[in-house]
């Protein structure tokens, strides 16, 4: 098997979350042009259910897998990897047996009683199905992920999209007719079909390898792995608190923001509307560069637990240095396109330009997001899962509760959700900056940051002025492209003025470094 480098590994992974954030977004625009606000209101009522029962069936495995595979390979227990894939594999299987039903029996409730809008029902019957092929493909990505073989689990997630993204419309289009709520039920569909292809091919390229095999002795090797199942849940139940407070306060967000506008005087349909423009068009486009985090923190989990293992507590805090500069760079860039363009975006987009307000007042805030992930991994493989868990808790508890008091009043709305998330997100990221700074030796670069603050503030400017008074004919796409291109430009060119970035830097980045580097 094929292991990489701590940056070839973050590079495949950020060029498949890119390919996938790219295609997922062809699907949003596919969805949200057949079924409109109301329908991607209807969908995104439901992704919360969906998303705490996946987080109850996995019970944190992922990256406790992960963690633990990448210690037994640094020994060489290949015997351990074994056991390790057993036990998760016994617990999953079981636990998907157990939270399927529940889901499905639940569902009326859940749209009748809590979510006020009895037509979300439907998607939560369609995703349901979903939930035992996520938790048996979550084992396998870990196991992957903890050799530090990166490509399986990247492929598996452009299969996955590919796969959603060619049968959405088929899907859609056929249920349509009978109803908005049945539409939205074929897009979710679309999502269990494509997450099975990807299952396939992850369980195909782990027989390919045929360095373990699972199969025989199984029950066997379950009964005996007592000790296994209390290491993984060593890391697993923190980590699973921690995942646990962000769904289970994502599954109350819904439900708290439809009580809060009903409240506020908004009636049932028009509080889905809004729901749908504030979590099915603006949150999405804000959490785009988080596929650039996503893949560090993936990656960053095995390499530090490695690290931590070996006793390089040097490599730990470099590994973690580089994992926020790139996202300070990655993240300041869209936080700049989002802000200047989110009109004409959200036009070219959906048609209509009726969430880029929130776009505007949340993005200036979302670097924090875009820290978020590798903080928290960090914290994972330094077996800080428990601390990480109680930031979530502080961070969400405070999300709600605010979600509850600003979304309350008429003047502020949906808007006060959307603070409140805004509120809830940067509270758990400083949390989290805080624990780590206490364990580990951190040297924090106040210029840098202010560099990088100036940076944007001049990108900014430039790409505003430049859509505005140098292309004033032409086509909305056009324009758009065009001024985001030279934002682009001029945000690069910044960043190696004020040695943000350094041709050295870009040489080392696996692949393409060298040729990048020779062009500057």
Known sequence: MSKQTFLKGTLILIIAGLITRILGFINRIVVARLIGEEGVGLYMMAIPTFVLTITLTQMGLPVAISKLVAEAEAQGDRRKIKKILVVSLSITGTLSIIFTPMMIFLAPLLSETLLTDERTYYPLLAISPIVPIVAISSVLRGYFQGRQNMKPPAYSQVIEQ????????????????????????????????????????????????????????????????????????????????????????????????????????????????????????????????????????????????????????????????????????????????????ASPVMELMYGNSNSAIYIKVMA?????????????????????????????????????????????????????????????????????????????????????????????????????YFYQFCLTDGSLAMRTLS?????????????????????????????IGPKLAALL
């Not at 959700?417 to 990221?429: C, D, N, P, S």
């Not at 700074?437 to 900014?460: E, Q, R």
């Not at 001024?483 to 960043?495: E, H, P, Q």
């Open 162 to 341: 590919v796969v959603r993204i060619t049968l959405v419309y088929v899907f859609t289009n056929a249920f349509l007719p009978m109803g908005i709520e049945y539409a939205a039920a074929g897009a979710m569909l679309s999502a269990v079909v494509g997450e099975l292809m990807s299952l396939i091919y992850l369980f195909f390229m782990f027989k390919l390898k045929k360095r373990i095999r699972i199969r025989h002795n199984f029950f066997k090797s379950a009964k005996h792995g007592k000790e296994t199942f209390n290491d993984l849940t060593r890391i697993a139940v923190p980590t699973l608190g921690s995942r646990m407070i962000g769904s289970i306060s994502w599954f109350f967000e819904p439900i708290v923001v439809a009580q809060s506008l009903a409240i506020a005087g908004v009636v049932t349909h028009i509080a889905t509307r809004q729901y749908g423009e504030l979590t099915g068009f603006a949150l999405p486009l804000l959490m785009l560069p988080s596929f650039i985090t996503t893949s560090l923190s993936t990656a960053l989990v095995p390499s530090i637990s490695e690290a931590a293992a070996k006793k390089q507590t040097l490599l730990i805090e470099y590994r973690l240095k580089q994992a926020l500069r790139l996202s300070l760079v990655s993240g300041g860039l869209a936080i700049v396109v989002l802000y200047v363009f």
């Open 364 to 464: 200036p805030f979302f670097i924090f997001y875009y820290f978020q992930g590798p903080l928290q991994a960090t914290l994972q493989a330094l077996d800080l899962a428990k601390a990480a868990m109680i930031n979530s808790f502080i961070g969400n508890f405070i999300k709600t509760g605010a979600i509850f008091i600003l979304a309350t009043r008429p003047s502020l709305g949906i808007m006060g959700a959307a603070l409140a998330i805004v509120i809830g997100m940067m509270l758990v990221t400083l949390l989290h900056f805080s624990t780590i700074v206490k364990v580990i030796s951190y040297s924090f670069y106040v210029k840098d940051y202010i560099k990088s603050g100036i940076t944007m503030v001049l990108a900014g400017i430039g790409g505003h």
């Open 483 to 511: 001024a985001i291109g030279v934002t682009s430009f001029i945000y690069i060119v910044l960043l190696f003025v004020f040695k943000l970035l350094t041709k050295e830097e870009v040489k080392r980045i696996p692949f």
